[in-house]
C-alpha cells in the first residue's frame, strides 16, 4: 500500500490514481506523459511531502484589463458595482465589551451609482397606505366616541349631583353611614303626606320606619299608626295623634321641614325604642308624577277590596266622593291610580283593608314596585325627567350617596313586617271626641317590647 500525494489516503502499489481524490500519482504515465503505464510511482517520498498542498478555492475575478484586447471576451451584461458605504467612525469598544476588528460599520445602503451622490437610498420598507388609513379611521372613531361620551356623562353627573343638593340636608357624596358599610343598624323614618292643595296637607297620612342592617340585608318595616296618641310638642302637656307632630313643628305651610323631619324622628325613636336618626318626607303628589314619569307601576294586589275616595283633594274645589275598586292579582297602575290604592281608608268591601296597618302594606307594595322600575334598564331614558319629578316629591337628612345605599341593600322581598295593632300591643279610645289609639294598659314599654322581639336580626 501507498499513500496519495494529494489527499494521504491509502491507495494499492499498482494504482495509477488515488480512489479518494480521482487525481493521478506523479509517477503514472499519465501525469508524466510518457507510456510507461505500469511504472510504479515513487514510494521512497517522504509522507510529509505526500500531502495534499491544495489551498481553498478562491475565486478572483478578472481584473477591466483583460477585456481590452479582446472585445469577444468582454461580458455582454455589465453590472454596476455596488457603492460602497460611507465609512463611519468606529465607535470606541465600551469597557468590558468584545470588539470586533472584521465587523463592518452599519450605513445607509445605496443602489444605482458608483457613490452615494449618484446612488438612490434605500429606505425600510413603510407600512401599506390602506393600513395607515385603517389606523386614522380607528383613532377619529374612538375620539368621537370619547366627545360623545363625556359629552353625555358629563350633564348628567352635574344633573345627578344638582339633585343630590336638591331632595338633601347633605353633600351629595357625602356620608353619615360610612356608606351603609357597617353591621350596625340602620333605621329611617318614612313619611308621607298629601301636600299642598289637600286637606291637612302635611299631617302625615303615613309612618313607617325601615329598619336596616346592611352587612346582611336584613330588613324590618315597622308601621307607626297615625292616631297614636303621644304629646305634642315634647314636654308641653298638650297631646295630639302622632301624624300632628311633624307640621307642628315644620310649620303649617312646611317652611321648616327639617324640624318636622327630626321632631317626628324623635318621637317614634320614643315609641318604639329605636334609634331613628335619618328621617325622607314623601310629597303623594308628586309621588303621583314620579310614578307617571316612568311610565306607570307593576303592582300585584294581594286582596281585593272596595273603597269611598275623594273626587278632589282639595274638598273646597269638590268635596264628593267616588267608589273604586282593586281586584287581586297582578295590574298596571299609572301614578292617581297608584295613590288611590295606597290612601284608600274609607273601605265598605273586606274591611280589613281600612286599617292603618292594612294601609301602610299597601304603601310599602307600591314603593317596592317603583323601586322595581327604577331598576329596570327600559326605565332609564326617563330618569331625567323623573329626577325632577322626585324634587318635588322627597326632601331626607340623609345624602344621596347614603339614600342610594339604603335603596340597593335592603332587600323588600324577604322584609319581615312589624305591625302594631289591636290585636297585639294597642287598645282604642275616644279622647274629647276623637278616636286615638294608645298601648294596653297605658304601657308604653309593651310597645317597645314587641318591636325588639319582631326585628330581623
Partial sequence: MSLCEFCGSEMPEDARFCGKCGRLSRGSPQANGSAAVNQPGPTSVPDSQRRSIRRPYQYQPPSPQQYQNSPAAEPTVKYAPVATPVQQAPKAASQGVQSYPNAQPQGPIYIGGPGPGAARKVSPPRRPAYKRKGCLISFAVVLLLLVVFFSIAIPTVQKVLAFGSAISTQAPLSSQ????????????????????????????????????????????????????????????????????????????????????????????????????????????????????????????????????????????????????????????????????????????????????????????????????????????????????????TIYTNLSLADLGMFALKMDLNNAHRVGLSYSNVLAGANIGGQSVVLPQNGNWQLIKDYIKQQLYN
Avoid: C
Wanted: charged share 15%.
Fill in 177 to 392: 353611614t360610612s356608606y351603609m358599610g357597617g353591621s350596625d343598624r340602620v333605621n329611617i323614618l318614612m313619611l308621607g303626606y298629601g301636600g299642598s292643595g289637600h286637606d291637612g296637607a302635611y299631617l302625615t297620612d303615613s309612618m313607617v320606619v325601615m329598619s336596616l342592617i346592611p352587612s346582611s340585608h336584613h330588613t324590618t318595616l315597622i308601621s307607626v299608626p297615625r292616631d297614636l296618641w303621644v304629646q305634642n310638642p315634647a314636654n308641653s302637656g298638650n297631646y295630639t295623634k302622632i301624624n300632628a307632630v311633624y307640621p307642628t313643628a315644620a310649620g303649617a305651610d312646611n317652611t321648616d321641614p327639617v324640624a318636622g323631619g327630626t321632631a317626628t324622628a324623635q318621637k317614634v325613636s320614643l315609641v318604639t325604642g329605636l334609634q331613628v336618626n335619618y328621617w325622607m318626607t314623601i310629597n303623594f303628589t308628586g309621588f303621583r308624577d314620579f310614578i307617571n314619569a316612568i311610565g306607570g307601576v307593576d303592582v300585584d294586589v294581594p286582596d281585593s277590596f272596595t273603597a269611598n275616595y275623594p273626587i278632589n283633594d282639595d274638598p273646597s274645589i269638590n268635596a264628593g266622593w267616588k267608589v273604586i275598586h282593586f281586584s287581586k292579582g297582578l295590574q298596571h297602575m299609572d301614578g292617581e291610580t297608584a295613590i288611590e290604592y295606597a290612601r284608600a281608608r274609607y273601605v265598605t268591601v273586606n274591611l280589613a283593608e281600612g286599617t292603618d296597618f292594612a294601609r301602610s302594606v299597601r304603601q310599602q307594595i307600591i314603593m317596592k314596585a317603583a323601586l322595581a322600575k327604577l331598576k329596570d334598564w327600559h326605565t332609564w331614558p326617563s330618569l331625567f325627567s323623573a329626577m325632577d319629578a322626585l324634587k318635588r
